[in-house]
T-cell receptor, first 113, second 115 residues
Framework: QKEVEQNSGPLSVPEGAIASLNCTYSDRVSQSFFWYRQYSGKSPELIMSIYSNGDKEDGRFTAQLNKASQYVSLLIRDSQPSDSATYLCAVNMGRLKVAQFYFGTGTSLTVIP | DGGITQSPKYLFRKEGQNVTLSCEQNLNHDAMYWYRQDPGQGLRLIYYSQIVNDFQKGDIAEGYSVSREKKESFPLTVTSAQKNPTAFYLC??????????????FGSGTQLSVL
């Protein structure tokens, strides 16, 4: 069974702190991993993608991937109130040249001013 | 501007009624997807299509139907057989739906509620 698991939270951090979001996945041969941000009542917005083990940084966001542990994380540095949203982890678990994206239930983040 | 357009934003269904959600994209993407999102749950795949006139069932296809007559369009019909249709429906697309490094982009969503 193909699963993506996240801690649903809620996670609260003070403004300026680092927020750490975690995700595990069941399919050992998955190759691509994504983080989406979703504001209440809105559609998910892609903020990070990562394909290789290690860290990938983009502005205040850093994605970390460890395929051996089947673990992917998202760090948000200098958290801002505008970062308050639900963060969805997604994994492409497709086979035979068919991309199939599986999503976790999301982690709700609140940044306290 | 390129993007994925979903309409309507809000839709109400009466018992026994079929309703159709529209999804149009001008990104020239081959692959299109329909997801359902319930409060506190992740996105669940309903149907996907990699090419015109072909589509495949996802994990929760029962009570839904789709068509793909044009590359740009992938409408979803919620039939009367779907007994619990209240949810946020999201249409998405990728370039081909085949490569491992493809990214999935979403439309703005349709909130369907039962009267």
């Amino acid at each position: 069974q193909k699963e993506v698991e996240q801690n649903s939270g809620p996670l609260s951090v003070p403004e300026g702190a680092i927020a750490s979001l975690n995700c595990t996945y069941s399919d050992r041969v998955s190759q691509s991993f994504f983080w989406y941000r979703q504001y209440s009542g809105k559609s998910p917005e892609l903020i990070m993608s990562i394909y290789s083990n290690g860290d990938k940084e983009d502005g205040r966001f850093t994605a970390q991937l460890n395929k051996a542990s089947q673990y992917v994380s998202l760090l948000i540095r200098d958290s801002q109130p505008s970062d308050s949203a639900t963060y969805l982890c997604a994994v492409n678990m497709g086979r035979l040249k068919v991309a199939q994206f599986y999503f976790g239930t999301g982690t709700s983040l609140t940044v306290i001013p | 501007d390129g993007g994925i357009t979903q309409s309507p934003k809000y839709l109400f269904r009466k018992e026994g009624q079929n309703v159709t959600l529209s999804c149009e994209q001008n990104l020239n993407h081959d692959a299109m997807y329909w997801y359902r999102q319930d409060p506190g749950q992740g996105l669940r795949l309903i149907y996907y299509s990699q090419i015109v006139n072909d589509f495949q069932k996802g994990d929760i296809a029962e009570g839904y139907s789709v068509s793909r007559e044009k590359k740009e369009s992938f409408p979803l019909t919620v039939t009367s057989a779907q007994k619990n249709p209240t949810a946020f429906y999201l249409c998405a697309s990728t370039v081909q739906g085949r490569a491992t490094n493809e990214k999935l982009f979403f439309g703005s969503g349709t909130q369907l509620s039962v009267l």
